[in-house]
């Protein structure tokens, strides 16, 4: 017999359908191309996102035999650029190891690269209904206010209570249906802020809307702290060329391209950042300083980027070995991180976008 609750959740989902445009797909490759793609995006920047990779590599073997250069520049403003990497990676396995097919069981799709339990489970239940609850950010939210749990999402003991609550909750017969309308109720109805208790179907189960404690849950034990860093660029030109570079370390923004950078501790003045660009051999002796664009900042998970750049005018005689002169007009087609795409764009550079 299905639990009450998963019977209201689904009879919700059912009269409260989202079109969302990979739900059209039932295959394993489209769900775990939309599962990854949809971590930390919103709905409406994913979708995009999703037709595009869809459109440039309709199966998993599209994608493993995808330059790798191809696949991140699709993924250009999505941040996170390990998901693009690991992405790639997978589809490679997949192919490789198992002929293009999925495994059809949570613990064998989590052993490839990039799938943590919740898409895993998202990608067995959706796909193989297999019995299992896929645990989101949505689904947390849900069950702690249903049932006024206080355990931390964050902490191992909460993962495993929340995961074996899911669980308790769904008919293994409709594992795909349960797990999306839990994900639904999350987004529409149990929000971060402002719920829409008043036209909550659950109101009356739910124990955080009787015990007034709805603000509070779900509770989290920790508070993450945002590193700051300091980037400083220069954006030399040399009549219609400049000079950009590959991030190859395993850094963010890895395999995104940038103009010569030096990565400070602290602001810096501006001679002293033209110090210690001469120190590195940035810059000749003599050169025009253009323009200095300041107060550009993008804030990432664990950190904070705030970045200077500077416009330089060099002489014709100038080089600048380990960095690829690149006509100023053409760099907009290579993939850059967010903060320089919009430079880019500002100075009438045309950039590439699939936002």
Sequence with gaps: MNHPIANHLIHWHEAHPRALVWK??????????????????????GSAYFEAFKNAFPTVFDLAKAPLDEVIRLWEG?????????????AQVLVKDYQ????KTPN??????????????????FAFNYPIAAIDGNAYRV?????????????????KQFQELGNSLLDPAKSGTFNQAL????????????????????????????????????????SLKKTPRYFNYFFLQQGKDTWIGERKSADIWQNLYEFPLIETSRPLDLDSLVEQ???????????????????LKQILSHRIIYTKIVEIEVPKAFSLPHFQKTAIQAIGSQPFPRILKKFLTQQGISANSNQ
């Excluded at 693009?84 to 997978?90: D, I, K, P, S, V």
């Excluded at 293009?100 to 495994?103: E, I, K, L, N, S």
């Excluded at 929000?191 to 709805?214: A, E, I, R, Y």
């Design 143 to 159: 069950l702690s206010r249903l049932f006024d749990i206080d355990t931390p999402i964050d902490s191992s003991s909460g993962r």
């Design 100 to 103: 293009g097919v999925f495994p």
């Design 277 to 295: 660009a001469q120190a590195k051999n940035f810059l000749p002796a003599e050169f025009t300083i253009k323009k200095l664009h300041t107060d």
């Design 24 to 45: 059209q797909y039932s295959d394993a490759y489209s769900i775990w191309l939309s599962e990854i793609i949809m971590q930390q995006t919103r709905v409406e920047q």
């Design 183 to 222: 994900m639904n109720f999350g987004a529409l109805v149990c929000t971060p802020k402002k719920p829409k208790c008043n036209d909550c179907v659950l109101q009356q189960q739910c124990l955080s809307f009787s015990n007034q404690t709805t603000d509070s849950r779900p509770v989290k034990s920790k």
């Design 78 to 90: 999505l941040g996170y650029y390990s998901r693009a990497r690991n992405l790639h990676l997978t």
């Design 108 to 125: 064998e799709i989590q052993q490839l690269k990039g799938i943590g339990p919740y898409t895993a489970a998202a990608i067995a239940s």
